[in-house]
Protein backbone atom coordinates (compact mmCIF):
# COMPACT_ATOMS: atom_id res chain seq x y z
CA UNK A 1 0.00 0.00 0.00
CA UNK A 2 1.18 3.52 -1.08
CA UNK A 3 1.70 5.69 1.54
CA UNK A 4 1.65 9.41 2.29
CA UNK A 5 5.25 10.70 1.39
CA UNK A 6 7.80 13.32 1.26
CA UNK A 7 8.52 15.21 -2.07
CA UNK A 8 11.38 16.84 -2.86
CA UNK A 9 13.01 18.25 -6.82
CA UNK A 10 16.50 18.85 -6.88
CA UNK A 11 17.55 22.37 -5.99
CA UNK A 12 13.97 22.77 -4.19
CA UNK A 13 14.44 24.50 -1.06
CA UNK A 14 12.47 22.29 1.86
CA UNK A 15 9.90 19.88 0.98
CA UNK A 16 6.37 19.22 0.81
CA UNK A 17 4.17 15.80 1.64
CA UNK A 18 1.82 13.60 -0.97
CA UNK A 19 -1.13 11.97 0.29
CA UNK A 20 -1.30 8.40 -1.05
CA UNK A 21 -2.86 9.27 -4.72
CA UNK A 22 0.12 11.54 -5.08
CA UNK A 23 -1.72 14.99 -4.87
CA UNK A 24 0.47 17.52 -2.71
CA UNK A 25 -0.82 18.21 1.37
CA UNK A 26 0.08 19.07 4.54
CA UNK A 27 1.21 17.33 7.67
CA UNK A 28 -1.39 18.45 10.00
CA UNK A 29 -3.97 16.99 7.20
CA UNK A 30 -2.35 13.47 7.03
CA UNK A 31 -1.83 12.89 10.47
CA UNK A 32 -5.46 13.54 10.90
CA UNK A 33 -6.61 10.87 8.55
CA UNK A 34 -3.44 8.28 8.77
CA UNK A 35 -4.19 5.44 10.51
CA UNK A 36 -0.32 5.30 11.79
CA UNK A 37 -0.42 9.58 12.45
CA UNK A 38 2.37 9.08 15.29
CA UNK A 39 5.19 7.89 12.34
CA UNK A 40 4.88 11.42 10.75
CA UNK A 41 5.98 14.39 12.79
CA UNK A 42 8.98 12.33 13.02
CA UNK A 43 9.79 12.01 9.41
CA UNK A 44 9.12 15.59 9.04
CA UNK A 45 11.28 16.60 11.63
CA UNK A 46 14.07 14.77 9.93
CA UNK A 47 13.29 15.79 6.60
CA UNK A 48 13.36 19.32 7.87
CA UNK A 49 16.74 18.65 9.32
CA UNK A 50 17.76 17.36 6.18
CA UNK A 51 16.64 20.82 4.60
CA UNK A 52 18.48 22.85 6.90
CA UNK A 53 21.90 21.15 6.12
CA UNK A 54 21.37 21.43 2.83
CA UNK A 55 20.32 25.57 3.04
CA UNK A 56 23.42 26.10 5.48
CA UNK A 57 25.36 25.11 2.95
CA UNK A 58 23.86 27.00 0.44
CA UNK A 59 23.03 30.00 2.50
CA UNK A 60 25.20 29.73 5.50
CA UNK A 61 27.54 32.85 4.91
CA UNK A 62 23.94 34.94 4.41
CA UNK A 63 22.93 33.72 7.23
CA UNK A 64 25.57 34.35 9.49
CA UNK A 65 26.16 37.72 8.33
CA UNK A 66 28.94 37.58 6.51
CA UNK A 67 27.99 39.47 3.46
CA UNK A 68 24.02 40.85 1.78
CA UNK A 69 22.68 38.18 -0.63
CA UNK A 70 23.05 39.40 -4.15
CA UNK A 71 20.03 41.19 -6.09
CA UNK A 72 17.98 38.69 -8.05
CA UNK A 73 18.60 35.00 -7.34
CA UNK A 74 20.19 34.76 -4.01
CA UNK A 75 17.92 37.09 -3.23
CA UNK A 76 14.57 35.29 -4.21
CA UNK A 77 16.40 31.85 -2.58
CA UNK A 78 16.83 33.88 0.84
CA UNK A 79 13.04 34.68 0.81
CA UNK A 80 11.90 31.55 -0.43
CA UNK A 81 14.28 29.72 2.42
CA UNK A 82 12.32 31.80 5.17
CA UNK A 83 8.90 31.41 3.60
CA UNK A 84 9.55 27.35 3.21
CA UNK A 85 11.08 27.21 7.03
CA UNK A 86 7.65 28.94 8.05
CA UNK A 87 5.28 26.52 6.47
CA UNK A 88 7.41 23.58 7.76
CA UNK A 89 7.57 25.17 11.31
CA UNK A 90 3.71 26.03 11.69
CA UNK A 91 2.43 22.32 9.67
CA UNK A 92 4.73 20.86 12.28
CA UNK A 93 3.22 22.97 15.25
CA UNK A 94 -0.33 22.25 14.36
CA UNK A 95 0.26 18.68 13.41
CA UNK A 96 1.16 18.18 17.25
CA UNK A 97 -2.36 20.19 17.87
CA UNK A 98 -4.08 17.71 16.11
CA UNK A 99 -2.68 14.65 17.35
CA UNK A 100 -2.68 16.31 21.35
CA UNK A 101 1.08 15.73 21.30
CA UNK A 102 4.12 18.06 22.80
CA UNK A 103 7.18 18.63 21.14
CA UNK A 104 10.33 16.28 22.35
CA UNK A 105 13.83 17.58 22.84
CA UNK A 106 15.00 16.70 19.57
CA UNK A 107 11.97 18.53 18.48
CA UNK A 108 12.96 21.53 19.80
CA UNK A 109 16.58 21.11 18.22
CA UNK A 110 15.48 20.96 15.13
CA UNK A 111 12.52 23.61 14.93
CA UNK A 112 14.80 26.10 16.67
CA UNK A 113 17.44 25.38 14.19
CA UNK A 114 15.04 26.17 11.72
CA UNK A 115 13.24 29.43 13.53
CA UNK A 116 16.84 30.64 14.03
CA UNK A 117 17.48 30.44 10.11
CA UNK A 118 14.32 31.79 8.97
CA UNK A 119 14.93 35.13 11.39
CA UNK A 120 18.55 35.00 10.38
CA UNK A 121 17.11 35.09 6.50
CA UNK A 122 14.39 37.62 7.43
CA UNK A 123 17.29 40.15 9.06
CA UNK A 124 19.30 39.45 5.82
CA UNK A 125 17.13 40.74 3.89
CA UNK A 126 16.08 43.82 5.91
CA UNK A 127 12.19 42.32 6.29
CA UNK A 128 12.58 41.29 10.00
CA UNK A 129 9.71 42.43 11.88
CA UNK A 130 10.53 45.77 14.52
CA UNK A 131 12.48 45.00 17.67
CA UNK A 132 10.83 45.81 21.23
CA UNK A 133 12.02 49.38 22.29
CA UNK A 134 13.58 50.23 19.03
CA UNK A 135 14.67 53.98 18.64
CA UNK A 136 14.07 54.00 22.71
CA UNK A 137 17.71 53.00 23.67
CA UNK A 138 20.97 54.59 23.76
CA UNK A 139 24.11 53.21 21.80
CA UNK A 140 26.74 52.34 24.26
CA UNK A 141 30.37 53.69 24.28
CA UNK A 142 33.19 51.41 24.00
CA UNK A 143 34.06 49.80 26.99
CA UNK A 144 32.48 48.42 30.04
CA UNK A 145 28.66 49.29 30.49
CA UNK A 146 28.16 49.91 34.29
CA UNK A 147 24.34 49.45 35.56
CA UNK A 148 22.27 46.76 36.19
CA UNK A 149 20.43 44.27 34.03
CA UNK A 150 16.62 44.68 33.59
CA UNK A 151 13.78 42.90 31.36
CA UNK A 152 11.44 46.15 30.28
CA UNK A 153 8.42 45.50 28.55
CA UNK A 154 7.41 47.99 26.00
CA UNK A 155 3.85 48.23 28.03
CA UNK A 156 2.52 45.92 30.48
CA UNK A 157 -0.63 46.49 30.06
CA UNK A 158 -0.30 45.39 25.99
CA UNK A 159 2.34 42.14 26.46
CA UNK A 160 1.95 41.60 22.57
CA UNK A 161 4.39 44.83 22.02
CA UNK A 162 7.25 42.45 23.90
CA UNK A 163 9.87 43.40 25.49
CA UNK A 164 13.57 42.84 26.14
CA UNK A 165 16.69 42.86 28.27
CA UNK A 166 18.15 46.31 28.71
CA UNK A 167 21.13 47.57 30.88
CA UNK A 168 19.57 50.30 33.70
CA UNK A 169 22.76 52.56 33.91
CA UNK A 170 23.56 54.03 36.96
CA UNK A 171 23.50 57.79 34.99
CA UNK A 172 20.09 56.70 33.34
CA UNK A 173 20.66 55.96 29.99
CA UNK A 174 19.27 52.28 28.82
CA UNK A 175 21.20 50.48 26.72
CA UNK A 176 20.68 47.49 24.66
CA UNK A 177 21.42 44.24 26.20
CA UNK A 178 20.74 40.51 25.28
CA UNK A 179 20.62 37.03 26.65
CA UNK A 180 24.20 35.73 25.73
CA UNK A 181 25.77 38.90 26.93
CA UNK A 182 24.10 38.50 30.51
CA UNK A 183 24.62 34.91 30.34
CA UNK A 184 28.36 34.91 29.51
CA UNK A 185 29.77 38.39 29.44
CA UNK A 186 28.32 39.93 32.72
CA UNK A 187 29.01 40.00 36.33
CA UNK A 188 26.66 39.09 38.97
CA UNK A 189 24.16 38.16 37.19
CA UNK A 190 21.45 35.17 38.58
CA UNK A 191 22.02 33.24 35.88
CA UNK A 192 18.98 30.76 36.47
CA UNK A 193 16.89 33.43 37.37
CA UNK A 194 17.17 35.67 34.20
CA UNK A 195 16.28 31.95 32.13
CA UNK A 196 13.24 31.85 33.62
CA UNK A 197 12.16 35.41 33.60
CA UNK A 198 12.45 34.98 29.80
CA UNK A 199 11.07 31.48 29.17
CA UNK A 200 7.97 33.91 31.10
CA UNK A 201 8.33 36.88 28.77
CA UNK A 202 8.22 34.90 25.59
CA UNK A 203 5.41 32.71 27.05
CA UNK A 204 3.61 35.73 27.92
CA UNK A 205 3.96 37.42 24.64
CA UNK A 206 2.52 33.57 22.83
CA UNK A 207 -0.52 33.67 24.97
CA UNK A 208 -0.97 37.36 23.81
CA UNK A 209 -1.31 36.33 20.07
CA UNK A 210 -4.94 35.78 20.36
CA UNK A 211 -5.36 39.31 21.58
CA UNK A 212 -7.48 40.46 18.79
CA UNK A 213 -6.40 44.58 19.40
CA UNK A 214 -2.46 43.24 18.85
CA UNK A 215 -0.75 44.35 15.75
CA UNK A 216 0.42 41.50 14.11
CA UNK A 217 3.74 43.08 12.67
CA UNK A 218 4.32 44.51 16.12
CA UNK A 219 3.11 40.80 17.41
CA UNK A 220 5.26 38.49 15.24
CA UNK A 221 8.43 41.52 16.21
CA UNK A 222 8.08 40.81 19.51
CA UNK A 223 8.24 37.05 19.42
CA UNK A 224 10.58 36.71 17.16
CA UNK A 225 13.15 39.08 18.74
CA UNK A 226 12.45 37.15 22.17
CA UNK A 227 12.69 33.76 20.35
CA UNK A 228 15.76 34.94 18.40
CA UNK A 229 17.75 36.05 21.63
CA UNK A 230 16.71 32.49 22.97
CA UNK A 231 18.16 30.80 20.27
CA UNK A 232 21.51 32.81 20.40
CA UNK A 233 22.27 32.14 23.30
CA UNK A 234 21.46 28.35 23.12
CA UNK A 235 23.38 27.52 20.32
CA UNK A 236 26.41 24.88 20.38
CA UNK A 237 29.00 27.31 19.45
CA UNK A 238 28.91 30.64 18.52
CA UNK A 239 29.64 29.31 15.13
CA UNK A 240 26.86 26.90 15.14
CA UNK A 241 23.48 27.30 13.99
CA UNK A 242 22.80 23.95 15.74
CA UNK A 243 20.30 24.34 19.10
CA UNK A 244 20.88 23.06 22.68
CA UNK A 245 18.39 21.94 24.41
CA UNK A 246 19.63 20.00 27.53
CA UNK A 247 17.57 16.70 28.20
CA UNK A 248 15.72 17.27 31.25
CA UNK A 249 14.70 20.44 29.75
CA UNK A 250 12.09 18.88 27.74
CA UNK A 251 9.86 22.25 28.12
CA UNK A 252 12.02 24.80 26.95
CA UNK A 253 11.64 22.27 23.32
CA UNK A 254 7.82 23.07 24.00
CA UNK A 255 8.13 26.72 24.45
CA UNK A 256 10.95 26.95 21.23
CA UNK A 257 8.34 25.00 19.25
CA UNK A 258 5.27 27.15 20.29
CA UNK A 259 6.94 30.53 19.60
CA UNK A 260 7.99 29.20 16.01
CA UNK A 261 4.81 28.30 15.34
CA UNK A 262 2.98 30.96 16.70
CA UNK A 263 5.08 33.73 14.95
CA UNK A 264 4.85 31.76 11.80
CA UNK A 265 1.01 31.63 11.86
CA UNK A 266 0.91 35.67 12.27
CA UNK A 267 2.89 35.62 9.40
CA UNK A 268 0.70 33.33 7.92
CA UNK A 269 -2.06 35.31 9.20
CA UNK A 270 -0.39 38.57 6.87
CA UNK A 271 0.57 36.88 3.92
CA UNK A 272 -1.26 33.46 3.30
CA UNK A 273 1.03 32.27 0.46
CA UNK A 274 3.13 31.36 2.43
CA UNK A 275 0.78 28.12 3.17
CA UNK A 276 0.78 27.77 -0.29
CA UNK A 277 2.01 24.24 -2.03
CA UNK A 278 2.87 23.11 -5.31
CA UNK A 279 -0.28 23.15 -7.21
CA UNK A 280 -2.00 25.61 -5.95
CA UNK A 281 -3.26 23.58 -2.25
CA UNK A 282 -2.14 24.59 1.14
Given amino acids: MTRPRIAQADEQIGFYWLTREGSPTDLPTLV ?9 P ?9 ALIDAAGRFGEILGG ?4 SPGLEQQGVR ?4 VLDRLISEYARALAVTGGTAEVRGGQIVGTAALMGIRARMALGTDG ?16 SGHGRFRWVDGDQPWRGGRWVVESEDGPLFPLTLSMLLFNSSGVNKDAALEEHRAALRTVI ?15 AIDWLLHD ?9 QSAAIEIRPDRRPDAELIVDAAGAAAAVRIGIDPTVRSLPGGNG
Fill in 80 to 83: ELHR
Fill in 66 to 69: GRAP
Fill in 32 to 40: ATDDEPDRL
Fill in 230 to 238: WLMAHRESP
Fill in 130 to 145: PSPLAGELDDPAVGVV
Fill in 42 to 50: PTHLEALDD
Fill in 207 to 221: DAAGDSAADPFVLVG
